[in-house]
């Protein structure tokens, strides 16, 4: 049977599908699931979820599947949105201060210790159909303050990243904050990405990175 057929199989059972798969979710050895969480039929095992705060909000779309991740918000009115038929194992999600958002798009596939930080009201926003290797380190701020020496202000003020649709991104990757990647981008592995990339198609790579080539796109099978 072909994943669509099964997914056709299960919506006609919802109800049931749901109710099942809350109660797998919830058992003591499986999860440590704190805060407001909304998931539709998806599978999540080995996960520890951690809120500190007001309103914060953690929604899972359908078919998607969470294995050995951790998400700790310290804040309010923070939100965590994971699309429908997405992929994420062992990511770590932390997101600090009031007013963050963390969307990943539907079918994107975080493949393995991807850090993902998100503080002081940005946002880090990943689109659809995207693959992330392992390794990974995103981030939208610093944690910690630069401070110009003859005025005593910080000058580090965290910025929102953006991630466009069908961007494949290599192992060993630092996106910091203010980035940007346009649609059906590649990264190569090791680069160092913190400005804006805007134009699409193409591979980015180096430390720091920039467009080494152009009229390009990739699959996820080798053909």
């Given at each position: 049977?072909?994943k669509d057929?099964?997914?056709?199989a299960?919506n006609?059972h919802?109800k049931l599908?749901?109710?099942f798969?809350?109660?797998?979710?919830h058992?003591?050895?499986?999860n440590?699931l704190g805060g407001n969480?909304?998931?539709?039929?998806?599978?999540?095992k080995?996960?520890?979820i951690?809120c500190r705060g007001k309103n914060?909000k953690?929604?899972?779309?359908d078919?998607?599947?969470?294995?050995?991740c951790?998400?700790?918000?310290?804040?309010?009115?923070?939100?965590?949105?994971?699309?429908?038929a997405?992929s994420c194992?062992?990511?770590d999600?932390?997101m600090e201060?009031?007013?963050?958002t963390?969307?990943?798009?539907?079918?994107?596939?975080?493949c393995?210790?991807?850090?993902l930080?998100v503080?002081?009201?940005?946002?880090l926003?990943?689109g659809k159909d995207?693959l992330f290797s392992s390794?990974?380190?995103?981030?939208?701020?610093?944690?910690?303050s630069?401070?110009?020496?003859?005025?005593?202000?910080?000058?580090?003020?965290?910025?929102s990243?953006?991630i466009?649709?069908?961007?494949w991104?290599?192992?060993?990757v630092?996106?910091l904050?203010?980035?940007h990647i346009?649609?059906?981008?590649?990264?190569g592995?090791?680069s160092?990405l913190?400005k804006?990339y805007?134009?699409?198609?193409c591979?980015?790579a180096?430390n720091?990175?920039?467009e080494?080539k152009s009229?390009v796109?990739?699959?996820?099978?080798?053909?």
């Amino acid at each position: 049977m072909d994943k669509d057929k099964i997914i056709k199989a299960i919506n006609r059972h919802r109800k049931l599908a749901k109710i099942f798969l809350a109660m797998y979710m919830h058992l003591p050895l499986n999860n440590k699931l704190g805060g407001n969480i909304s998931h539709g039929l998806s599978f999540i095992k080995g996960c520890k979820i951690l809120c500190r705060g007001k309103n914060n909000k953690i929604v899972i779309g359908d078919f998607t599947r969470l294995i050995g991740c951790t998400i700790r918000i310290q804040g309010n009115n923070n939100t965590v949105i994971i699309g429908d038929a997405c992929s994420c194992n062992h990511a770590d999600i932390w997101m600090e201060d009031d007013n963050n958002t963390l969307q990943i798009g539907d079918k994107t596939a975080l493949c393995g210790s991807i850090q993902l930080a998100v503080i002081e009201g940005t946002q880090l926003i990943i689109g659809k159909d995207c693959l992330f290797s392992s390794k990974i380190d995103i981030r939208t701020g610093d944690s910690h303050s630069l401070i110009q020496q003859d005025t005593g202000k910080r000058i580090n003020y965290s910025r929102s990243i953006t991630i466009e649709d069908h961007v494949w991104v290599g192992t060993g990757v630092t996106i910091l904050k203010g980035t940007h990647i346009a649609n059906h981008c590649m990264v190569g592995a090791g680069s160092l990405l913190c400005k804006k990339y805007d134009d699409s198609n193409c591979v980015i790579a180096g430390n720091p990175a920039k467009e080494v080539k152009s009229n390009v796109d990739w699959l996820p099978q080798r053909i």
